[in-house]
């Protein structure tokens, strides 16, 4: 039996009697294994402690807590940040912005003036120059009955190279203009054409050159010469009557020639040639 102190009134330890009965001596051994501790009474120091439980020591922690209270530093600057992002203050500021700008008025730039068209290339001028040149060369020998007489093949246009001529000459004569003209274009094929049609003149004269008469039987050469010689004696004569019957019988010889197909004499040439009669003989 187990004494305890005296406790005035009752059973029990505090029956007066000093003795506990086995049952509450059990039921305190119970309290005291399950460490629950009596009503009233102090928490000891070590309550609740579990012995092969190492406690760590504090400065082991504190590389912990300085780490943990820079996240918390992190982490409430970020929280400030979103506190302040999503305040209804900056909320509406940024509303207002918006709506200024949707409703700010757009200025539309005027449209850009229409550029005028670049001036034709300065070729055009060379072009120009050089087309005036072949129509001079080319109206000369169409005028020149004689000249035809020496080169008959240049004014056929069966002759192929003939025949080229005559097709370029006439498209640089389409695209021939008294000024420059404002389409970049014509002036570019403009001088393209000229191009081509001082090139096919030069292989017509070359072909022509080469031809002369070879293409003649000998009694059509003997009046080809024959005409030539009384044109030139027509031109060259002081004296009228003999420039007269020279021009007579140089018209007779080539009208012959141009009915038997072996020369063919430009409408110009014929024109020239009787004016040139008419001129002599009026002197």
Not at 116 to 130: K, Q, S, Y
């Amino acid at each position: 039996m187990t004494r305890r102190p005296h406790h005035p009134g009752g059973f029990g330890p505090g029956n007066g009697f000093g003795w506990e009965s086995p049952g509450e001596r059990t039921a305190r051994r119970v309290r005291r294994a399950a460490g629950r501790r009596h009503p009233g009474h102090p928490r000891s120091p070590h309550h609740g402690y579990r012995p092969g439980v190492a406690v760590p020591s504090p400065w082991i922690a504190l590389p912990l807590i300085v780490l943990l209270i820079g996240l918390l530093g992190s982490a409430a600057a970020a929280t400030a940040f979103m506190a302040v992002s999503f305040s209804p203050l900056f909320l509406l500021a940024v509303i207002a912005i918006t709506a200024h700008r949707s409703g700010r008025r757009r200025v539309i730039a005027p449209p850009p003036a229409p550029v005028a068209a670049p001036p034709p290339p300065p070729a055009w001028n060379a072009a120009r120059e050089r087309f005036d040149r072949l129509r001079e060369e080319y109206t000369a020998y169409e005028c020149d009955a004689m000249a035809v007489l020496r080169l008959p093949a240049l004014a056929d246009v069966s002759v192929p190279s003939t025949g080229r001529f005559v097709e370029a000459f006439a498209e640089a004569q389409a695209l021939d203009t008294d000024t420059r003209p404002a389409d970049r274009a014509h002036a570019q094929a403009f001088v393209a054409a000229v191009d081509r049609a001082v090139r096919a003149w030069e292989a017509a004269r070359d072909a022509a050159e080469r031809i002369r008469h070879s293409t003649l039987t000998q009694p059509e050469r003997t009046a080809v010469e024959r005409a030539i010689k009384l044109l030139t004696t027509a031109r060259d004569s002081d004296n009228d009557a003999e420039r007269h019957a020279a021009y007579a019988l140089a018209r007779s010889e080539l009208a012959k020639l141009e009915k038997a197909g072996v020369v063919h004499l430009p409408r110009q040439a014929t024109i020239a040639l009787e004016n040139d009669g008419r001129g002599h003989l009026s002197a």
